[in-house]
């Protein structure tokens, strides 16, 4: 192990790989919250790119080992308007990243979070087909929140809720777009150079914790999800936008 990550300590290393497993849980039963459970707390102890680089890193290799587990439950084809606009959008927020100070980045995580949850609260999941400029306006914001915070989630995460009734599809759906916006942020921010000497250390580190979280929270999906899925989501948003909020303005 590099004394880079030596120096961040052992205890703030056991906090990482604490919330990397809680998230993975939270990720595999609800299909999003990763990021936003997770990010913050990289935050206190590595530089705001470090943890959006090893947040996106971690999402993208479960994604790929769990593939088999939501390939498909979704309809591919309304989705792809998505993926270009989030794309254009990851790239520009990017570029936000390298202008905002660790105040500025968890505060406007907990307002986004904030936000999806008053969303949430008041739409309920209907069978319907959104109109294309909607999907795109979704993928455009979701892009912006990828690159700059690696937090794509509270747009999708809306729209999906809003237009998918049964949650292993909305879920599905999710999981589906996630994949995607970690690899165009992934790429991005190695062209942008916020991957470090000690980034692949400290995948290898969170990965196992990652696995683990993801197999606890997809049993917990298979038994509880028909039932508990949309409350357990907004409780959890709703926590971690309040704490994020809390963190950055005290």
Same mark, same amino acid.
């Given at each position: 192990?590099p004394? @880079?990550?030596?120096?961040?300590? /052992?205890?703030?290393?056991v906090?990482?790989?604490?919330i990397?497993?809680?998230?993975?849980?939270?990720r595999?039963?609800?299909?999003?919250?990763?990021?936003?459970?997770?990010v913050?707390?990289? &935050?206190?102890?590595m530089?705001?790119?470090e943890a959006v680089?090893l947040?996106?890193?971690?999402?993208l290799?479960?994604?790929? !080992?769990?593939? +088999?587990?939501?390939?498909g439950?979704?309809p591919?084809r309304?989705? /792809?308007p998505?993926f270009?606009?989030?794309a254009?959008?990851?790239?520009?927020?990017?570029?936000?990243l390298t202008?905002?100070?660790v105040e500025?980045?968890?505060?406007?995580?907990?307002? &986004?979070?904030?936000?999806?949850? !008053?969303? =949430?609260?008041f739409?309920?999941p209907?069978? +319907?087909?959104?109109?294309?400029s909607?999907?795109v306006?979704t993928? $455009?914001?979701?892009?912006?929140?990828?690159g700059?915070? @690696?937090i794509?989630?509270p747009p999708v995460?809306?729209?999906?809720m809003?237009?998918?009734?049964?949650?292993?599809?909305?879920?599905?759906l999710?999981i589906?777009f996630? /994949?995607f916006?970690?690899v165009?942020a992934? !790429?991005?921010? &190695?062209?942008?150079?916020?991957?470090?000497a000690?980034?692949?250390?400290l995948f290898? $580190?969170? $990965?196992?914790?990652m $696995?683990?979280g993801?197999?606890?929270?997809?049993l917990?999906?298979r038994?509880?999800g028909g039932?508990l899925y949309r409350?357990?989501a907004? =409780?959890?948003?709703?926590?971690v936008?309040?704490?994020? !909020?809390?963190?950055?303005?005290?």
């Amino acid at each position: 192990m590099p004394d @880079a990550v030596a120096q961040i300590g /052992l205890w703030p290393l056991v906090s990482v790989a604490g919330i990397v497993v809680f998230a993975a849980v939270l990720r595999a039963f609800t299909g999003f919250g990763f990021g936003l459970a997770a990010v913050p707390v990289f &935050s206190l102890v590595m530089p705001p790119p470090e943890a959006v680089v090893l947040s996106t890193g971690l999402t993208l290799a479960v994604s790929l !080992i769990t593939l +088999r587990s939501y390939w498909g439950q979704a309809p591919l084809r309304p989705m /792809l308007p998505l993926f270009p606009a989030a794309a254009l959008g990851t790239v520009v927020g990017v570029g936000l990243l390298t202008r905002v100070s660790v105040e500025q980045f968890q505060l406007w995580i907990g307002i &986004s979070v904030i936000f999806a949850c !008053i969303v =949430l609260t008041f739409y309920r999941p209907a069978p +319907r087909v959104p109109r294309q400029s909607v999907t795109v306006a979704t993928g $455009l914001a979701a892009g912006l929140l990828n690159g700059a915070f @690696a937090i794509p989630g509270p747009p999708v995460v809306i729209y999906a809720m809003a237009t998918e009734r049964e949650p292993y599809r909305a879920r599905a759906l999710l999981i589906t777009f996630f /994949l995607f916006s970690s690899v165009v942020a992934l !790429i991005s921010f &190695s062209v942008a150079g916020f991957v470090s000497a000690r980034s692949p250390w400290l995948f290898m $580190l969170a $990965l196992p914790s990652m $696995l683990i979280g993801d197999k606890i929270g997809y049993l917990l999906f298979r038994r509880y999800g028909g039932t508990l899925y949309r409350r357990v989501a907004l =409780l959890v948003l709703l926590a971690v936008g309040a704490a994020t !909020i809390a963190r950055a303005l005290w």
